[in-house]
């Protein structure tokens, strides 16, 4: 079974940048589509970014397209978000998620793909 563990979350200013790591532990990680999601308080799970297997495909949220890029390898088996010219409106609480079953060349954006959640890093943008 895998597991997800993100970090690099933490406190930044408006304009900055930050980046995001995910790792995963167990599964076969390359076999897999991942997604990043984010959820600010009192507001439902937004897609940020999703990656194919073989990182051939990624599509991004709509309010961080061109801001923010997503990436993997496969043989360090992690996944990242790098953050650009981030806003207040970007804070929330990102999660790392796995597609397990996904096929290839797929990358979706749909929360209910996504089969195993890490248990999220914060990020607050201060204005």
């Known amino acids: 079974q895998v597991q997800l563990v993100e970090s690099g979350g933490g406190l930044v200013q408006t304009g900055d940048s930050l980046s995001l790591s995910c790792v995963a532990s167990g599964g076969t990680f390359g076999y897999y589509a991942m997604g990043w999601f984010r959820q600010a308080p009192g507001k439902e799970r937004e897609f940020v970014g999703a990656i194919s297997r073989a990182g051939t495909v990624r599509r991004y949220g709509d309010s961080v397209q061109n801001r923010f890029t997503i990436a993997r390898d496969n043989n360090k088996r992690t996944v990242s978000l790098q953050m650009n010219n981030l806003k207040p409106e970007d804070t929330a609480t990102y999660y790392c998620?796995?597609?397990?079953?996904?096929?290839?060349?797929?990358?979706?954006?749909?929360?209910?793909?996504?089969?195993?959640w890490g248990q999220g890093t914060r990020v607050t943008v201060s204005s």
């Open positions: 998620a796995a597609d397990v079953n996904t096929v290839a060349g797929a990358a979706d954006r749909r929360p209910e793909a996504y089969d195993v």
